[in-house]
């Protein structure tokens, strides 16, 4: 069974301390791996999308990066704005195989 | 901009009624998807469409339906509304192929 999993459930940084989200992932033939950022009472808002292990991806103080079996957000000196739960997601296939495959999240907060 | 809009971010309803909630994207994409957003469950699929006047269930279909009569919206539907149903609802929408999902702003529904 196709499946996804982010670890860790809950990260708390102070802010300027950079450090990572992982998205492990378990998939018959991988075709996209995205990353969301959801803030409380709304949608997740996309970030990234990696197609093929070694890809990286960067915005701000993000950096996602993607290997065979897992990816990455790095966050570089984060900022209290910064706080947010990260979604990953994964596509496998066309038809309804085609449909996103989600992770629970990664709820970050950064303290001043 | 581009967008998915829902058409409530509040709705309060009583258990037993009949419950519609819109979605309109303007992206002229073909997919459109409703999710539901629990507490550690993480979201999960309700259903999805690919066409017009298509529909697909996705993981937890019971007790909802769909409709789907023009490409652009895509309305969910409670055809009794329980106090289980209480959720956030998520909308998204995406081009056939592999790109991800743009979310819509989320509908928070409270049954009592």
């Known amino acids: 069974e196709d499946q996804v999993t982010q670890s860790p459930e809950a990260l708390r940084l102070q802010e300027g301390e950079s450090s990572s989200l992982n998205c492990s992932y378990t998939v018959s033939g991988l075709r996209g791996l995205f990353w969301y950022r959801q803030d409380p009472g709304k949608g997740p808002e996309f970030l990234f999308t990696?197609?093929?292990a070694g890809e990286e991806k960067e915005k701000e103080r993000l950096k996602a990066t993607l290997t065979k079996k897992e990816s990455f957000l790095h966050i570089t000196a984060p900022k209290p704005e910064d706080s947010a739960t990260y979604l990953c997601a994964v596509q496998v296939g066309g038809g309804s195989q085609g449909n996103l495959i989600f992770g629970k999240g990664t709820k970050l907060s950064v303290k001043p | 901009d581009v967008k998915v809009t829902q058409s409530s971010r509040y709705l309060v309803k009583r258990t037993g009624e009949k419950v519609f909630l819109e979605c309109v994207q303007d992206?002229?994409?073909?997919?459109m998807f409703w999710y539901r957003q629990d507490p550690g469950l993480g979201l999960r699929l309700i259903y999805f469409?690919?066409?017009?006047?298509?529909?697909e269930k996705g993981d937890i279909p019971e007790g909802y339906s769909v409709s789907r009569e023009k490409k652009e919206r895509f309305s969910l539907i409670l055809e009794s509304a329980s106090t289980n149903q209480t959720s956030m609802y998520l909308c998204?929408?995406?081009?056939?192929?592999?790109?991800?999902?743009?979310f819509g702003s989320g509908t928070r529904l409270t049954v009592v």
């Open positions: 992206m002229d994409h073909e997919n």
């Open positions: 998204a929408s995406s081009r056939t192929g592999y790109y991800g999902y743009t």
């Open positions: 469409s690919y066409d017009v006047k298509m529909k």
């Open positions: 990696l197609y093929s």
